[in-house]
Structures are given as structure tokens and as C-alpha cells.
């Protein structure tokens, strides 16, 4: 991170303890405690000096045209605010505020679970980013240093917070702010610097002139203050803009002009400081997290055959040696061991795979696939399912809350509900496990080195002994015991001669005629 401004001569000390206007009520604030460990790449580090940070997501998000809260959309399968959150707390401040508003009960019960450590301001009235830090301020330690940045930008990570707390410390600034150079700038606010190019001040796209308009040094929203100079700089903002709220960024000019220190700090990586506002940015910054993500995985050692189409939520976990074939999606919590094979088009939903296993152009969710096992291609394993060591399951299978035993088959065209298969058995093409009488879910038990027949229909509840078969095609209604045959079919009939009489003329009574066969008789095969 590029420092891009000498430090300024000390200068005259802000205004002190100038109470923030009254806002909206603020949510009773208590200490954090019981902070959750820091799972970042910041660990190691001196212990930072951050006393608080405050994360603004009190916005509508109306560009998102959406009944779900931006800051809740997810990427990565988490959503936004948390990506935000998770690399805040990395920087372990004393105290964690998020602004809410728009959406508010939604946010609040969301954030409830994920970061309950989060003591949540509520800012009725959305009056702009400074009227924000005003409320989030109230009841607030009088002095110290506070982060603040938006819940929007889920791409900012904790190493570059942590290097531009850094950057902060070192310059011994009152004010910083992490800036970045953007092909883009159009809708930002841009950093204008003085002719010794230091930080001057931060005007927003709508009340910038044609030549400041050209600047590519946009503010990504990110900042570090001292609290008390903070303070004193928000008591003096104005609405007097193209938008008519308080901007935050307007105390930048405030304290410069007060002698306070302020810097901007750029980023190496402009990515990272993206903002989400519609959907069009969302797919984009999804798309980045989707390559950070697959980088991560492929430094460890797994083979991502087409990274573009693969796309792996960020709570995965995959050891070295696994390959993944494209058009593949591994969501939730979702563990797989060394050797596995997944894919191409497989989606993995909370699956546990083990060491060797093969999925194939399969979709699987909520259930374990044991080591060896063999999946697909085109199985669909719903929750509740284990599949066995060494279990296979193949082309048209569907399986619900079952348990297949270890080596046990359902090569073909099946659908298993609520069964317990042993080891070793085989059950034959289009079987159904007939576990729904309409009202009620029945259980079917199979035992060991059972041999099903195809297209058997098992009629649950049911229970089928050790070592025993089903004849082809039966219709099981009663148990089978162990090493018997169950055969519940009718009786085959052959009437002889009937297509060369009912069917005289036709391709099929020309065909039977030269293979030898008469109309004369009327005898049927197989009655008495
Ligand atoms: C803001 C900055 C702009 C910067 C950009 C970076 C200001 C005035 N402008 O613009 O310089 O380039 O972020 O992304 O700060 N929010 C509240 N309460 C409010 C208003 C906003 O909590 O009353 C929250 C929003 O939910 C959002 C964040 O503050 O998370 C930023 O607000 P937004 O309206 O997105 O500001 P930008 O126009 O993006
Ligand atoms: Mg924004």
C-alpha cells in the first residue's frame, strides 16, 4: 500500500468533545466480549489498537430491486454484510457497531446469528453516511481510534483493513482513507489532492466539476479516524449538496482545515474496495470471489479443470488430490477428502465425501458419500442418505433418507426412500422402494448380500432377511425371510395363434407366419 502524501506539520487540535446532534435512538450498546477467534490472514500480528469499528449498512438498497436487503444478498454462499463483518473482526477492535435501518428486523435477525458479538444502531431516518457515524458514535469511548467502512464492498479482506491500519499507525494520521486508481471511477467519490499532492479533500460524483470528474482515485468507503477529531469534524457537516444529506466524506475538508492530519492510502488491489449496489455488480464481485476462491483451492493441491464454471462457496472444505470437473457447485458445508473425483455438472449441497470417492454429473445434498463409493452419473441423493464404503449408485437413482450398506449396488433406474440396505447386496434396475401409502413415510429394511430382481417394487414397511432374492418384476407385500425367494407376480399365459387371427395382414403376422406359426390353433400355454 502506497502512502501518497507526506504527513502534514502538526497543526491546531480539533475541536473537543463536541457532542454529535441528536439521531435516532441507538440500540443500548454493551462491551464486546467473547470475541470470536481470528480466522484470517492477519493473525500473528502486533495486536491492533482499534477500538471500534463500524460497519454502515443502514442503506435501502433500492438499485437491487429486491425484497431481500442488499447487504443480504449472498456471494459465495454468505451473504454480503458477513464477508464485511468476517474481515472486520479479523482487526479484533474493542467494539463491533453495524448501522441498520432499511430492512432493519431482517438485518437484525440475520446478524443475531452470524455475529452475535455486533452491537446494531439503528438509524431510522437515513440522513447519509455522516448522520450514520453521528448515531453510531452516540455512547461511544470519547477517544481512541475507530474503522469505519460500508457493508456493501464483500471483496475488502482483512490483510489489506490490517495494512491500511497500518499505514494509519505509522503516519501517526488523524484521518486516513483508503482510496484506489479504478478504470472506472463514474459514481464514486473522488480523492482530489493539493499540488503537493497531498489528500485535500473527497468530492462525490454528483457535486464534482468536469475536471475532478476525470480523476481515477476514487474513495472506496473504507476509513480510520481519531474518534475525539472525528467527533468535532461531524458536529460541523452540512447538507448543502447535490443529494442534501451529511456526507461523511465532508470531514475530510473539516479536518484538514482544522490542522488535523489526513492521508489517503491506495490500494494495490482495486478489486477488493468494489461496491455492490445492483445486480449487474453483484454477479461481477461474485465472480472475483469465485476465482479467489478456486486459487485458494488450487494452491492446496486440488485440480479445478475450468475454474470459470466451478463455483465453490467459501465454507468448503477440500483436500490435496481431489479433481473437479467443470460446471460443477459445491455449496454449504461441504467436506471432501483426498482422491475424490467430482463432477463434470455435479452440485454438492452439505455433503461429506470420503477419501477416493467418484461423483458424476450428479446432484447430492445433506448426505455422506463414503470413501470409495461411486455416484452417477445422473444420481440424485437426497438428504438424510449415507452411501456406504465402497457403495455404488448409478445412472437414474434417486435415494432419500436411506442407508446403503458398504459394497451394496443400485446400478440402474431405482428410487430408494427410507431404507437400510446391508452390505454386499444388489438391488436390480428400476426397483421402487414403495415407502408412501399416501399418508404415511414406511421403513423398508433389506439385509446382506440380498439379491433384489428388477423392477421389483418392495411395498414398505417391509423386511427383506439375509442372503435372500426377489423374483423379477414381483410385487413384495410381506416380509421375506432370510435365504428365501419372494416371487409375487402372475403367471405368464401364451395364446397361441392370436396375432395371425386378430392381427391378419400386419407386418407382425407376416413375421410369425414364416417362423412357422399357425392360426388354427386356440390353446393357451400356461393354463390348466
Ligand atoms: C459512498 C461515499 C463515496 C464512496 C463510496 C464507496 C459518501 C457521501 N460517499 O458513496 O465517496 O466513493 O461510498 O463505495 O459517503 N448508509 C447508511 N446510512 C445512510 C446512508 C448510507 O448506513 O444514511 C450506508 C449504506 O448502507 C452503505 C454505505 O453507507 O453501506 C455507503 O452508502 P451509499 O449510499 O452506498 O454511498 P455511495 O453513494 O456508494
Ligand atoms: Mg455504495
Known amino acids: 500500500m502506497a502512502e501518497r502524501e507526506a504527513k502534514p506539520p502538526e497543526g491546531v487540535v480539533a475541536e473537543r468533545g463536541a457532542r454529535p446532534p441528536e439521531g435516532e435512538v441507538a440500540a443500548p450498546v454493551v462491551p464486546l466480549c467473547n470475541r470470536p477467534a481470528n480466522t484470517e490472514a492477519v493473525r500473528g500480528r502486533a495486536v491492533s489498537q482499534l477500538d471500534l469499528a463500524i460497519v454502515l449498512a443502514a442503506g435501502e438498497g433500492t438499485r437491487m430491486k429486491s425484497a431481500l436487503p442488499k447487504v443480504l444478498h449472498p456471494i459465495a ?46 438509524q431510522a431516518q437515513r440522513n447519509g453516511t455522516g448522520h450514520a457515524v453521528q448515531i453510531a458514535l452516540e455512547n461511544a469511548p470519547h477517544l481512541g481510534t475507530v474503522l469505519i467502512l460500508a457493508g456493501d464492498t464483500p471483496l475488502l ?9 497500518d499505514a494509519h499507525i505509522e503516519t501517526k494520521s488523524d484521518a486516513s ?22 489528500l485535500a479533500r473527497i468530492v462525490e460524483e454528483r457535486d464534482a466539476n468536469e475536471e475532478e470528474q476525470e ?5 472506496t468507503g473504507v476509513y480510520i479516524f481519531d474518534i475525539a477529531k472525528l467527533r468535532g ?77 466451478t463455483w ?8 490435496r488430490d481431489v479433481t473437479i470437473y467443470p460446471g460443477s457447485s459445491i455449496f454449504g458445508k461441504t467436506r471432501i ?104 413415510k414406511h ?4 439385509g446382506n448380500d440380498v439379491r433384489i430382481g428388477s423392477d421389483t417394487m418392495l411395498v414398505a414397511p417391509l423386511t427383506v432377511g439375509d442372503g435372500a432374492y426377489t423374483a423379477a418384476g414381483s410385487v413384495i407385500t410381506e416380509d421375506v425371510p432370510a435365504g428365501s425367494i419372494g416371487v409375487a407376480r402372475a403367471k405368464q399365459r401364451n395364446v397361441l395363434g392370436w396375432v395371425l387371427r386378430k392381427r391378419a395382414g400386419s407386418k407382425s403376422a407376416e413375421s410369425a407366419r414364416k417362423a412357422g406359426a399357425t392360426e388354427g390353433s386356440t390353446k393357451v400355454q400356461g393354463e390348466a
Open 312 to 319: 465453490i462457496d467459501s465454507s468448503v472444505e477440500i483436500d
Open 77 to 122: 454462499g454468505r451473504p454480503i454484510v458477513d464477508h464485511v463483518l468476517a474481515a472486520t473482526t479479523a482487526l479484533n477492535a474493542s467494539e463491533l457497531r453495524v448501522v441498520i435501518g432499511a430492512a432493519r428486523e431482517q438485518v437484525e435477525a440475520h446478524l443475531a446469528v452470524t455475529f452475535p458479538q455486533a452491537n446494531l444502531v439503528v
Open 157 to 165: 479482506t482483512s490483510v489489506t483493513l490490517q495494512e491500511f491500519f
Open 215 to 219: 480523476i481515477d482515485e476514487i474513495n
Open 337 to 440: 477428502a483426498s482422491g475424490a473425483i467430482i463432477g463434470p455438472r455435479t452440485s454438492l449441497e452439505n455433503v461429506e465425501v470420503g477419501v477416493g470417492a467418484k461423483i458424476l454429473e450428479s446432484r447430492v445434498s445433506d448426505s455422506t458419500i463414503e470413501s470409495g463409493a461411486n455416484v452417477g452419473p445422473f444420481s440424485f441423493i437426497r438428504p438424510g442418505t449415507t452411501l456406504a464404503e465402497g457403495s455404488k449408485v448409478g445412472a437414474y437413482v434417486e435415494v432419500k433418507n436411506s442407508h446403503v450398506g458398504p459394497g451394496s449396488k443400485v446400478p440402474h433406474l431405482s428410487y430408494v426412500g427410507d431404507a437400510t440396505i446391508g452390505s454386499g447386496t444388489n438391488i436390480g434396475a428400476a426397483t421402487i422402494f414403495v415407502n408412501y401409502d399416501g399418508v404415511e
Open 177 to 198: 482513507v483508503l482510496s484506489a486508481h479504478v478504470p472506472d471511477p463514474f459514481g464514486y467519490g473522488r480523492i482530489v489532492r493539493g499540488e503537493d499532492g497531498a
Open 443 to 446: 421403513q423398508t429394511t433389506i
Open 233 to 309: 469534524a461531524l458536529a460541523g457537516l452540512k447538507s448543502g449538496n447535490a443529494q442534501g444529506e451529511l456526507y461523511l466524506t465532508d470531514v475530510i475538508e473539516i479536518m484538514k482545515s482544522a490542522g488535523d492530519s489526513v492521508a489517503a492510502f491506495a490500494s494495490n488491489d482495486y478489486t477488493e474496495t468494489l461496491g455492490i449496489n445492483d445486480r449487474s455488480q453483484l454477479a461481477e464481485c461474485a465472480a472475483i470471489m469465485r476465482d479467489r476462491i478456486n486459487d485458494a483451492h488450487m494452491k492446496n493441491g486440488v485440480s479445478i479443470v475450468d475454474p470459470t464454471t
